[in-house]
């Protein structure tokens, strides 16, 4: 998301750290180039105006108080770093949960923003949280938005209120307010309306919504925005903060060709926070809006957090801990070890969406991009294949069960040559850093002796001369 953005200001911050001891005319020369790229972001002109003018101003303070060369640069890093926090919407907000449940949510936005698919994340991300959630199908409007809901309902195991077909037919002030009152019936804690849109604001739109608003006076009002729609996003934002109102903005298909026009202006011109972002078609990809990671993806800082908070969720605590007491024991790792990784780095997403949150990501734009996803899946047909004894013990692995494994796979034998040659490679690596040893493949050293035991010293060439020698052994 944003690659033509974080490209442009990274070259931008590039080029201040190259100077030497920098001035007010490279300042203005860097704050042209990141008003250029905003620009072309579709960033609204007034955000980008406001934005350029204080992050002038507070980097020619930081330029006063900080040192000559990369120390000047760096002030200037974080001062852009801050504005685009802050521009963004400074710290993540939560949803306000109800003192009295169940919470109702209220989804509003245009037809074609994504709603019904967002409903259905937004009630697994909260039933995953241990929350029961419950979807009202109040979009009666557009043709099968109620038979997609009960889909997504059911595969997710999420029960869903819908007690009109829709496709034009049922009361959606109705439906919502029944299903409030179901809800409260069967202990549901929190309720997902979700409502219908239209291809452009118009007057009957925003009646219906205004309806049902006042109808289940919902906790929290989420204004659901397409991101590519670029300026559009903020005109409709307006547009519905005059008529509903609302209380925070999610961002969908952030994955596609999305230039942040969006995401950087809809916060300052609304004064609402965005609250949730989907950044791809699974259920899963879903996540809280975070103002300071997204600003550091941007300058091309990656997203550290976010990848190890995926991580944790992904990799089993226990299975984790047993792999961590294996290695530390002097055991072998496993092809069924191997196997059990490969499974929850697929749990964690597409590939290449996590090296793009990686620092430096930007600069193996390229190598991401050509990053073959269906390679994980080769691997691990090859070791789904093995038996359990030959996952323990690839020593077994003789021509005959290579040719095996190669048909069952659907893969060649040299690939399977290549995953075990690969895979040894990899195990006597671990031995030898348990070990301490020097690893010449990776260029470390060897780690250092044991407590109490100084390293051996290499032993001196004696005199020829029996004076001499007999000098230096005494």
Request: charged share 25%; proline share 4%; with cysteine.
């Amino acid at each position: 998301m944003f690659e033509s953005l974080s490209s442009r200001f990274s070259s931008a911050m590039s080029s201040l750290r190259s100077r030497g001891k920098l001035s007010a005319s490279d300042i203005d020369a860097t704050c042209l180039e990141i008003r250029a790229a905003l620009l072309d972001g579709d960033v609204a002109l007034s955000v980008v105006d406001s934005f350029i003018e204080v992050t002038r101003e507070k980097s020619l303070e930081a330029l006063s108080t900080a040192q000559a060369g990369s120390n000047q640069a760096q002030a200037i890093f974080d001062v852009v770093n801050e504005q685009l926090t802050e521009i963004l919407g400074g710290g993540a907000r939560r949803v306000r949960f109800a003192k009295n449940p169940p919470t109702v949510i209220m989804l509003a936005g245009l037809q074609g923003a994504g709603k019904t698919t967002l409903a259905g994340k937004l009630a697994k991300f909260y039933a995953d949280q241990g929350n029961t959630p419950l979807l009202v199908a109040s979009d009666l409007q557009r043709p099968n938005a109620v038979g997609q809901l009960q889909v997504l309902g059911e595969s997710l195991g999420i029960p869903v209120f819908a007690p009109e077909p829709g496709n034009g037919v049922g009361n959606a002030v109705k439906v919502a307010q029944a299903g409030i009152e179901h809800a409260k019936s069967k202990f549901y804690n929190m309720v997902i309306v979700d409502t219908a849109g239209r291809l452009g604001v118009d007057e009957e739109l925003m009646k219906e919504a205004i309806a049902i608003r006042d109808a289940v006076k919902p906790d929290e009002i989420l204004f659901v925005v397409d991101a590519m729609i670029g300026q559009d996003a903020v005109r409709t934002a307006q547009a519905f903060q005059d008529g509903v109102g609302f209380d925070g903005v999610v961002l969908t298909k952030l994955d596609g060709d999305a230039r942040g026009g969006a995401a950087l202006s809809i916060v300052k011109m609304t004064g609402k926070p965005i609250l949730f972002a989907s950044t791809g078609e699974k259920l899963s990809d879903f996540d809280i809006f975070y103002p300071d990671r997204m600003a550091s993806r941007i300058l091309g800082m990656g997203d550290v957090a976010t990848l190890a908070e995926q991580a944790k969720k992904a990799f089993d605590g226990d299975a984790a801990q047993k792999l961590e007491e294996k290695f530390a024991s002097g055991e072998d790792f496993t092809l069924e070890d191997f196997l059990s990784q490969l499974e929850a780095m697929s749990k964690m997403g597409s590939m290449s969406k996590l090296l793009g949150m990686l620092p430096g990501a930007g600069s193996m734009k390229k190598q991401i991009e050509n990053f073959d996803e269906s390679e994980i899946i080769r691997t691990k047909s090859i070791v789904q294949s093995m038996t359990p004894a030959e996952r323990r013990d690839p020593k077994l692995l003789n021509g005959g069960r290579r040719a095996r494994i190669a048909l069952g796979s659907g893969r060649k034998v040299s690939d399977v040559n290549s995953l075990v040659e690969k895979f040894s490679g990899a195990q006597k690596m671990m031995k030898q850093m348990r070990k301490g040893a020097a690893i010449p493949a990776m260029g470390i050293p060897a780690m250092s002796s044991p407590k109490g035991q100084s390293a051996p010293q290499k032993k001196k060439s004696k005199s020829g001369n029996p004076a001499k020698r007999a000098l230096e052994e005494s």
